[in-house]
């Protein structure tokens, strides 16, 4: 076994009921979720279906589970039935297959839109310009009915230029200002997912409220992500 209670101790105070943690358990092993589960967390983030969807059959199911990897449409359908949170949801065509496979399920699926907001090409996201065509289409026309826009998700730049971070997720918090306010059925924005390992703390300063830590809890992972 392998997790780092006093790094998991030190976070949880740290975040003092302001923030989510989501435990990023992706490539660890059911015994290590299932050790930071019997110090009473609930809530763990993974990134590829298939994992995900065998850790779910074999964890306790009261787990809170976030699916916070780059989602595809044909596999929505394999996690819609238990997902507690989805946060990377890049495009109207995700929603819409979201909204689908929710409707089956006769429920509501609650999603984080993805932003870009670092300076390097391989972050997945919407720019500016798409997060306000999605908002509005969702908006003005309502056409899904089984999905709940919660919030936003961002990864900042990997830079040691904590400024640099720190003016991502300042971008971030801004759309996040912009429509927490706006009410509607299928808008319910109080989430900002922002904020890794090595980042957080920097994250909590500019307004995060949920938090998706990995290494600090786990170890470094051997596989690359
Ligand atoms: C892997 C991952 C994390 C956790 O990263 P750490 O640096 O290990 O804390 C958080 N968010 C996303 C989207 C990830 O893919």
């Not at 359908?77 to 890049?90: E, M, R, S, Y």
């Not at 936003?152 to 640099?164: I, L, R, V």
């Amino acid at each position: 076994m392998s997790i780092n209670t006093k790094n998991y101790q030190e976070i949880i105070t740290g975040l003092s009921g302001k923030a989510t943690l989501v435990a990023v358990s992706k490539t660890k092993s059911v015994e290590d979720i299932r050790a930071l589960y019997d110090l009473g967390h609930r809530d763990f983030g993974e990134n590829y279906v298939q994992e995900l969807v065998q850790k779910h059959e074999q964890l306790p199911k009261d787990i809170r589970w976030h699916f916070i990897g780059h989602l595809q449409s044909n596999k929505v359908k394999f996690i819609a039935p238990f997902v507690h949170l989805i946060h990377g949801v890049d495009s109207l065509k995700l929603l819409q297959e979201i909204n689908k496979q929710a409707l089956k399920q006769a429920k509501v699926i609650d999603c984080l839109l993805q932003v870009y907001i670092a300076k390097e090409e391989t972050k997945f996201g919407l720019d500016e310009t798409e997060l306000a065509a999605v908002m509005a289409y969702l908006v003005n026309d309502q056409p899904l009915k089984n999905i709940r826009i919660r919030g936003f998700m961002g990864m900042a730049s990997f830079s040691d230029n904590p400024e640099q971070v720190r003016a991502e997720f300042r971008q971030l918090r801004k759309f996040f200002d912009q429509y927490k306010s706006d009410s509607s059925p299928v808008l319910q924005v109080d989430t900002l997912s922002m904020g890794m390992s090595g980042d957080y703390k920097i994250a909590i300063q500019e307004g995060s409220n949920m938090v998706r830590i990995g290494s600090l809890l786990f170890g470094e992972r051997t596989r690359p992500v």
